[in-house]
Antibody, heavy 123, light 108 residues
Framework: EVQLVESGGGLVQPGGSLRLSCTGSGFTFKSYTMSWVRQAPGKGLEWVSTISASGDTTYSADSVQGRFTISRDNSKHTLYLQINSLRAEDTAIYYC????????????????WGQGTLVTVSS | DIQMTQSPSSLSASVGDRVTITCRASQSISNYLNWYQQKPGKAPKLLIYAASSLQSGVPSRFSGSGSGTDFTLSISSLQPEDFADYYCQQTYSIPLYTFGQGTKLEIK
């Protein structure tokens, strides 16, 4: 059974940092692209960042470019999102998702999602 | 950037009804369109990929169609567990995996 378990969320002051983690099991973690998607309270889904299976290729949304960094440790079956210079508008549930491809290509989709971790940015 | 527009934003229907949700892309995305269902307090769940392919385990009352810029998600006979939020997503424009704004399906 595929499982994705996020951790690392919490309450942080504006300008602060957090590192989110997502540990995968039940599939060959090193073979799949992984992504982060967030959802602000009462709002829709927003794609945040994606990393290829090997970790060589990363992409991030313009809204987080330069502040968020996606990475992975395939030996630990773990995906990370380093989030810096946090703003109130970054308050959201952050989901990790498993893609179905090894490298991001057209036609990709997210077949499994974690339960999410809540990041709250407030003073 | 490709914009995805869903309609309606909300919809009230009864158990047993047939409902259709529309997603329109700002430019052609071929058939690179996916649909997700999200229930309150839960993670999204994949329903349909590549516009019309049913994800394993998803009931056959769900179906998707369309190509180019116009897509639909249909539920043939609403069940109580189908009342949820629905999102379309384009994966034509790599790496910007744009979602639609969502459609809230409520019980009438």
């Amino acid at each position: 059974e595929v499982q994705l378990v996020e951790s690392g969320g919490g309450l942080v002051q504006p300008g602060g940092s957090l590192r989110l983690s997502c540990t995968g099991s039940g599939f060959t973690f090193k073979s799949y692209t992984m992504s982060w998607v967030r959802q602000a309270p009462g709002k829709g889904l927003e794609w945040v960042s994606t990393i290829s299976a090997s970790g060589d290729t990363t992409y991030s949304a313009d809204s987080v470019q330069g502040r968020f960094t996606i990475s992975r440790d395939n030996s630990k079956h773990t995906l990370y999102l380093q989030i810096n210079s946090l703003r109130a508008e970054d308050t959201a549930i952050y989901y990790c998702a498993k893609d179905i491809v090894r490298v991001p290509v057209a036609g990709d989709y997210f077949d499994y999602w974690g339960q999410g971790t809540l990041v709250t940015v407030s003073s | 950037d490709i914009q995805m527009t869903q309609s309606p934003s909300s919809l009230s229907a009864s158990v047993g009804d047939r409902v259709t949700i529309t997603c329109r892309a700002s430019q052609s995305i071929s058939n690179y369109l996916n649909w997700y269902q999200q229930k309150p307090g839960k993670a999204p769940k994949l329903l349909i990929y590549a516009a019309s392919s049913l994800q394993s385990g998803v009931p056959s009352r769900f179906s998707g169609s369309g190509s180019g810029t116009d897509f639909t998600l249909s539920i043939s006979s609403l069940q109580p567990e189908d009342f949820a939020d629905y999102y379309c997503q384009q994966t034509y424009s790599i790496p910007l995996y744009t979602f639609g704004q969502g459609t809230k399906l409520e019980i009438k």
